[in-house]
């Protein structure tokens, strides 16, 4: 009997444990609607508007950025056509020495750019040395142009000291523009355009 009383206050328990959880689901959610002052609304759109002051702001600076860049591609593209210009100058002022002069030399030379020209070929190789004259010696012991010169091709030389270039810029932007001047990583010796 002490088993039939406590199974049925089991069940009463349980019946209005769901009572109350069904009723507690089926009330309406409270409203959460609230109610701005005129203070805070005026607190959120100087909100919005700060927001979108900083954004305007970030975009002046983007586009002013932008703008800075271009500039300095301008300056360095004209830069660079001027170095063309004097380079071309210099080198176009200076007599083609034959190779051979070169090459029976023991002169180291100094530090520069030269100019090496297959006129039988019309191929051109450009490079830059700490030791000009012994560079280009060295050229005749391993690489390909000494095939040509063997063969009896006409090839001469111009060279230019560091002291006779642009002291403003890097001898490997001048050795570059000289690869550009030329042709001659496409249509010479030279395997690539240089260091920049």
Known sequence: MEFIIAGIIICLILIIAV???LKR????APD??????ADDVQELVNYVKIQKE???QEQRQKELKKAELKEKTEKFK???EQIKDRLKSKIDAREWKPLR???D???KGGVGIYILYNQTKDKYYVGQAKQLYKRIRDHFKIEGIAMDFLSGDNITVKTLTANELDSDYRLDHIEKTG?????SDKDGYNKNTGIM
């Open 105 to 107: 030399s023991a002169d």
């Open 54 to 56: 900083q954004q305007q």
């Open 78 to 80: 004209q830069s660079r």
């Open 25 to 28: 689901k089926k009330k309406p």
């Open 19 to 21: 009572v109350y959880a």
């Open 101 to 103: 002069s070169i090459l």
């Open 179 to 183: 690869i550009e001047i030329f042709n």
């Open 32 to 37: 959460k609607t609230v109610e701005l002052k």
